[in-house]
């Protein structure tokens, strides 16, 4: 029901990638690139926290779904060890067990777009890398890193 509300809401805001209601594509943001981007970003992390893996993933490259499998068992924020199979497991496991935000907002003036590849500096250090596919930014490396 949450997720259902959440798809809406953001179907208001932006352009859907699919008109298959039953799709996993995530809405493609309207706007410029950067903030396309920093929408994506805002997008995924939003999922990620409401631990709604299906959608988090869905904004993320192959790449990306597996690098959050390994990221996902290492953020410091855990109170417990996972063990996630997948991308989807990876978000909504670690959702569970934090009471911090995992991520943090982004703004399009943090974004570099270097032809099909852009970099979103962090607010702290480090940056966080999206590819375009297919004419749609996707994360291709989920956290922020130096």
Known sequence: MVRAAAIG?????CSCGSDDPDSTD???P?????????????AM????????GELACAYM????????VRIASQLHELREEIEPSDCVSAVEESAAVTEETI??????SAVSIQGE????????????????????WLVDVPTFID
């Not at 992390?45 to 709604?52: G, I, K, Q, T, Y």
């Not at 852009?118 to 749609?136: C, E, I, K, N, Y």
């Open 26 to 28: 995530p809405p493609v």
């Open 30 to 42: 309207d706007g410029q690139p950067r903030e396309q981007i920093a929408e994506t970003v805002n």
């Open 61 to 68: 490259t192959a790449r990306g779904q597996r690098l959050a």
């Open 45 to 52: 992390f939003d999922a990620w926290n409401r631990a709604d």
């Open 103 to 108: 991520g943090q907002s982004v703004v399009p």
């Open 117 to 136: 590849r852009a970099s979103v500096a962090s607010a702290f250090r480090g940056a966080l890398a999206m590819t375009q596919v297919d004419g749609v």
């Open 9 to 13: 809401a953001a179907l208001l805001l």
